[in-house]
């Protein structure tokens, strides 16, 4: 293993120009995988006030034999569901973030306004910065309550606390109970610039929906399995009657948040397929980086027709050449994400910066890291399998005498 | 010559066969961001049909329960509301629309023609709606009052749409097809021509546009609309916008209103389309770039190893620049075919359904394109490679093992 390692270290400092395109190629196909990655992970994986285990409730659907109406999951829906379901710690109930403009000293403020439950604060943990949040009673008594982000403070009250201060918002004017940390616009759950109050509502007419724009949140219980509250889910779901005759089916899921986007975008809820699709998706784009590596490897057989004839003469079993050769690559693999990992770093800050999405701070952290790993050792095998194969096949008399196809 | 390089090229069928899928794979990436990037230039390059600047968006819903008894209350509310603004001092004029330029929801129907299903977005509109947009008549008249008494529903329509209802005759008086009488449903008659009307602004995809006249005191169609666009002096202040908003809110406190400027609309658009593409032009530049690297590479090996048979061409009397052009004919050779395949392969493409809106024309200069650009990159990644096999000297070359 230390020879070939060795070995391998040589082959790439034998022929300076090679190794600098290859790793060119290697780095430049890792990079651009590790940053969609990092969006990934900063999108759909644990951070921020949602870091615990939930189950998610996006879109529902009425269907009749003429009409069809899709979008969001409505209160009515998930007030009747969610409500004591087993093996949930705590549930709540949340509308679509709304842009809103309004004036304040004369000049225009537009907040994404979100309204929210009062278990909403304890199913998301939220960093306050002052204040806390509204409670479960300021919802039920409609109190002009708001919590606001860090950014809408400033933009509001410039700078210095802001508790209990108020500002006008469609119409009415708020409190502020709360600040929080700004939380990135790309977390579809939890981001707002400011919270208020479902029932700081024009009417009630929300109440009543099954579709509308509305969406759900359970906390598991540790030990749950989330497949038995999927389950229960669809169960309560089918239970509700349906009072407009135009409509026969009512079909909404829950899931976790990224099953539950990507099966509303492309598959019905198979996470499996899912994964799979994102593994396919990165191997199609890995394929030109792969075969540009694969003919540079395939043309550089000569340089190593005598060793490879020499080893062979001396009993090396094709095997043995075929995994050094896969090996020498992997290795090459590994060195290119070495140089990577600093470009993906830089292109992640250059789009933290470019305000393209609000408050991101898109990160290589452990998750996305050891995604990357596994991400260079497929890339290495991928683009290295068919030299390999192509060189250990090479016959020995052949290959001492400069003789290669 | 060619044959001659044709039996050299199919002697290393194997090597060549991946460089081929290589060169063809770069060539649908070149085509890809090409078909993209030639598409939205020739939409941007289309009229608008409207004029953007200084123009307000405010959309005006009421977020009680919707029922049939309220339906002429709100009628009547949402004609106050626009009179309302038409009185704010500053304003310069106001008008109900459905579906303002650059919003996010479209209104789309088909309709069968003749046996050809016709497809278009439509929007319900008020008087003045003209004047806030600059729209352009170029027929008829866009709607007044004196449609309020008519017993069918008034429209404007665009141009494209005109030529698909009524071929190149005038359309002026005439009844939408498929409405009215034989169909049992709601009469519709055109008033009015306009020039164009891309509601989702420059870079969308052409399509046509038919305006519904919209009156709380028609006899017939619909009675009120979701939004209305206000038209402002050039650089109004937000104080106005403040006093616009204060007002409708005092009027219609159960209403929920909100206003953006279609310059915003715009560049949000604008941003959201462009983005993807420039992501993918920047990959897909380094993409071309590691390719061309490879290539020189594998050109240059190939070269080396052929060091032999390119010295003996040398020592019987080939010039520096007959074996120059032998190397780079060659690799253009295997370029050439690897762009058929390529070609072979996106001429498919607006065969299939989901790409059929994608005119033939731009497919045709994306695949020039492409093919400019992987020649000139084949061409480039030759050059040196093919100038080092000049340096050989004919004797060494024999000798070389």
């Given at each position: 293993?230390?020879?070939?390692?060795?070995?391998?270290?040589?082959?790439?400092?034998?022929?300076?120009?090679?190794?600098?395109?290859?790793?060119?190629?290697?780095?430049?196909?890792?990079?651009?995988?590790?940053?969609?990655?990092?969006?990934?992970?900063?999108?759909?994986?644990?951070?921020?006030?949602?870091?615990?285990?939930?189950?998610?409730?996006?879109?529902?659907?009425?269907?009749?034999?003429?009409?069809?109406?899709?979008?969001?999951?409505?209160?009515?829906?998930?007030?009747?569901?969610?409500?004591?379901?087993?093996?949930?710690?705590?549930?709540?109930?949340?509308?679509?973030?709304?842009?809103?403009?309004?004036?304040?000293?004369?000049?225009?403020?537009?907040?994404?306004?979100?309204?929210?439950?009062?278990?909403?604060?304890?199913?998301?943990?939220?960093?306050?910065?002052?204040?806390?949040?509204?409670?479960?009673?300021?919802?039920?008594?409609?109190?002009?309550?708001?919590?606001?982000?860090?950014?809408?403070?400033?933009?509001?009250?410039?700078?210095?606390?802001?508790?209990?201060?108020?500002?006008?918002?469609?119409?009415?004017?708020?409190?502020?109970?709360?600040?929080?940390?700004?939380?990135?616009?790309?977390?579809?759950?939890?981001?707002?610039?400011?919270?208020?109050?479902?029932?700081?509502?024009?009417?009630?007419?929300?109440?009543?929906?099954?579709?509308?724009?509305?969406?759900?949140?359970?906390?598991?219980?540790?030990?749950?399995?989330?497949?038995?509250?999927?389950?229960?889910?669809?169960?309560?779901?089918?239970?509700?009657?349906?009072?407009?005759?135009?409509?026969?089916?009512?079909?909404?899921?829950?899931?976790?948040?990224?099953?539950?986007?990507?099966?509303?975008?492309?598959?019905?809820?198979?996470?499996?397929?899912?994964?799979?699709?994102?593994?396919?998706?990165?191997?199609?784009?890995?394929?030109?980086?792969?075969?540009?590596?694969?003919?540079?490897?395939?043309?550089?057989?000569?340089?190593?027709?005598?060793?490879?004839?020499?080893?062979?003469?001396?009993?090396?079993?094709?095997?043995?050449?075929?995994?050094?050769?896969?090996?020498?690559?992997?290795?090459?693999?590994?060195?290119?994400?070495?140089?990577?990992?600093?470009?993906?770093?830089?292109?992640?800050?250059?789009?933290?910066?470019?305000?393209?999405?609000?408050?991101?701070?898109?990160?290589?952290?452990?998750?996305?890291?050891?995604?990357?790993?596994?991400?260079?050792?497929?890339?290495?095998?991928?683009?290295?399998?068919?030299?390999?194969?192509?060189?250990?096949?090479?016959?020995?008399?052949?290959?001492?005498?400069?003789?290669?196809? | 010559?060619?044959?001659?390089?044709?039996?050299?090229?199919?002697?290393?069928?194997?090597?060549?066969?991946?460089?081929?899928?290589?060169?063809?794979?770069?060539?649908?990436?070149?085509?890809?961001?090409?078909?993209?990037?030639?598409?939205?230039?020739?939409?941007?390059?289309?009229?608008?049909?409207?004029?953007?600047?200084?123009?307000?968006?405010?959309?005006?819903?009421?977020?009680?329960?919707?029922?049939?008894?309220?339906?002429?209350?709100?009628?009547?509310?949402?004609?106050?509301?626009?009179?309302?603004?038409?009185?704010?001092?500053?304003?310069?004029?106001?008008?109900?629309?459905?579906?303002?330029?650059?919003?996010?929801?479209?209104?789309?129907?088909?309709?069968?023609?003749?046996?050809?299903?016709?497809?278009?977005?439509?929007?319900?509109?008020?008087?003045?709606?003209?004047?806030?947009?600059?729209?352009?008549?170029?027929?008829?008249?866009?709607?007044?009052?004196?449609?309020?008494?008519?017993?069918?529903?008034?429209?404007?329509?665009?141009?494209?749409?005109?030529?698909?209802?009524?071929?190149?005759?005038?359309?002026?008086?005439?009844?939408?097809?498929?409405?009215?009488?034989?169909?049992?449903?709601?009469?519709?008659?055109?008033?009015?021509?306009?020039?164009?009307?891309?509601?989702?602004?420059?870079?969308?995809?052409?399509?046509?546009?038919?305006?519904?006249?919209?009156?709380?005191?028609?006899?017939?169609?619909?009675?009120?609309?979701?939004?209305?666009?206000?038209?402002?002096?050039?650089?109004?202040?937000?104080?106005?916008?403040?006093?616009?908003?204060?007002?409708?809110?005092?009027?219609?406190?159960?209403?929920?209103?909100?206003?953006?400027?279609?310059?915003?609309?715009?560049?949000?658009?604008?941003?959201?389309?462009?983005?993807?593409?420039?992501?993918?032009?920047?990959?897909?530049?380094?993409?071309?770039?590691?390719?061309?690297?490879?290539?020189?590479?594998?050109?240059?090996?190939?070269?080396?190893?052929?060091?032999?048979?390119?010295?003996?061409?040398?020592?019987?009397?080939?010039?520096?620049?007959?074996?120059?052009?032998?190397?780079?004919?060659?690799?253009?050779?295997?370029?050439?075919?690897?762009?058929?395949?390529?070609?072979?392969?996106?001429?498919?493409?607006?065969?299939?359904?989901?790409?059929a809106w994608l005119p033939s024309t731009i497919v045709f200069e994306a695949v020039l394109l492409a093919m400019t650009?992987?020649?000139?990159?084949?061409?480039?990644?030759?050059?040196?490679?093919?100038?080092?096999?000049?340096?050989?000297?004919?004797?060494?070359?024999?000798?070389?093992?």
């Open positions: 293993m230390r020879t070939t390692l060795k070995i391998a270290l040589k082959v790439l400092l034998r022929r300076k120009f090679f190794t600098l395109v290859s790793l060119f190629a290697v780095a430049f196909t890792l990079c651009v995988l590790l940053v969609v990655t990092a969006m990934l992970d900063h999108v759909f994986g644990p951070n921020g006030p949602d870091d615990r285990r939930t189950l998610v409730v996006l879109n529902a659907e009425i269907a009749g034999e003429h009409s069809r109406m899709n979008g969001s999951a409505g209160y009515g829906l998930l007030a009747r569901t969610l409500p004591g379901m087993p093996g949930v710690e705590r549930s709540t109930i949340f509308a679509e973030p709304r842009e809103r403009t309004t004036y304040h000293d004369g000049r225009r403020i537009v907040c994404d306004t979100r309204r929210t439950d009062g278990e909403f604060w304890k199913v998301f943990r939220f960093d306050f910065v002052e204040g806390g949040p509204y409670t479960p009673e300021d919802e039920a008594q409609a109190a002009p309550v708001a919590v606001v982000n860090e950014s809408a403070r400033e933009r509001f009250f410039g700078s210095g606390s802001a508790l209990g201060k108020t500002f006008e918002l469609d119409g009415k004017r708020l409190r502020v109970v709360g600040v929080v940390r700004n939380v990135p616009s790309v977390r579809m759950l939890t981001f707002a610039d400011v919270w208020i109050p479902t029932s700081l509502s024009r009417s009630d007419a929300y109440k009543q929906e099954l579709v509308g724009d509305f969406q759900g949140a359970m906390l598991l219980a540790p030990g749950t399995n989330g497949s038995d509250v999927s389950a229960e889910f669809a169960r309560r779901v089918s239970t509700i009657p349906l009072e407009d005759a135009r409509f026969k089916t009512l079909s909404a899921q829950a899931h976790p948040l990224f099953v539950a986007v990507a099966s509303s975008v492309l598959f019905e809820g198979r996470p499996a397929a899912v994964v799979g699709f994102l593994w396919l998706a990165a191997l199609l784009f890995m394929g030109l980086p792969a075969l540009n590596l694969v003919n540079l490897n395939l043309s550089r057989i000569l340089e190593r027709a005598s060793e490879i004839g020499v080893r062979k003469s001396f009993g090396a079993t094709s095997g043995a050449l075929a995994r050094q050769f896969l090996l020498e690559n992997v290795v090459l693999a590994l060195c290119g994400s070495l140089l990577a990992l600093p470009a993906t770093s830089i292109v992640l800050a250059v789009l933290n910066r470019s305000g393209f999405a609000s408050y991101t701070a898109f990160t290589l952290n452990a998750r996305v890291l050891g995604w990357g790993m596994l991400l260079t050792l497929a890339f290495g095998v991928v683009s290295g399998v068919l030299p390999a194969w192509r060189m250990s096949r090479l016959h020995p008399v052949g290959a001492l005498q400069g003789r290669f196809e | 010559m060619i044959r001659h390089l044709l039996k050299l090229a199919w002697h290393r069928k194997r090597s060549n066969a991946l460089l081929l899928v290589e060169i063809a794979a770069s060539f649908v990436v070149v085509f890809a961001v090409g078909v993209l990037a030639l598409y939205l230039g020739s939409n941007w390059r289309r009229p608008l049909g409207y004029d953007w600047k200084d123009v307000w968006a405010i959309s005006i819903t009421d977020e009680r329960m919707r029922s049939s008894d309220t339906l002429d209350a709100d009628a009547r509310m949402a004609a106050r509301l626009l009179d309302e603004v038409r009185a704010v001092p500053g304003v310069v004029a106001a008008a109900g629309v459905d579906s303002p330029p650059y919003a996010g929801w479209t209104n789309t129907s088909n309709f069968d023609v003749n046996g050809r299903t016709v497809e278009f977005m439509s929007s319900g509109a008020t008087v003045d709606a003209d004047k806030v947009l600059g729209l352009r008549v170029i027929e008829g008249r866009w709607f007044s009052r004196e449609d309020d008494a008519r017993p069918w529903q008034a429209v404007v329509i665009d141009r494209d749409l005109a030529h698909a209802f009524y071929g190149d005759t005038p359309c002026v008086g005439r009844t939408v097809p498929g409405t009215g009488t034989e169909s049992g449903g709601q009469e519709m008659r055109v008033v009015g021509v306009i020039d164009e009307f891309r509601k989702n602004g420059e870079l969308a995809a052409p399509g046509s546009f038919l305006f519904g006249y919209v009156s709380a005191e028609a006899r017939s169609g619909v009675a009120r609309t979701d939004a209305m666009v206000v038209r402002v002096p050039p650089g109004a202040a937000v104080a106005l916008e403040e006093a616009v908003v204060a007002r409708l809110r005092a009027v219609a406190p159960q209403w929920s209103v909100d206003v953006r400027t279609l310059e915003q609309m715009r560049a949000s658009r604008l941003w959201e389309v462009c983005t993807p593409v420039v992501v993918l032009g920047i990959v897909a530049a380094f993409l071309l770039l590691m390719v061309g690297l490879g290539l020189i590479g594998v050109v240059w090996q190939n070269v080396a190893r052929r060091t032999r048979e390119l010295g003996l061409r040398r020592a019987m009397g080939a010039t520096r620049m007959g074996i120059c052009r032998q190397v780079l004919a060659e690799l253009v050779l295997i370029t050439a075919m690897a762009m058929l395949v390529g070609t072979v392969l996106v001429v498919q493409i607006p065969l299939f359904a989901p790409f650009v992987i020649l000139g990159i084949g061409l480039a990644a030759g050059l040196y490679p093919s100038w080092a096999t000049t340096r050989i000297h004919p004797a060494e070359a024999l000798h070389h093992d």
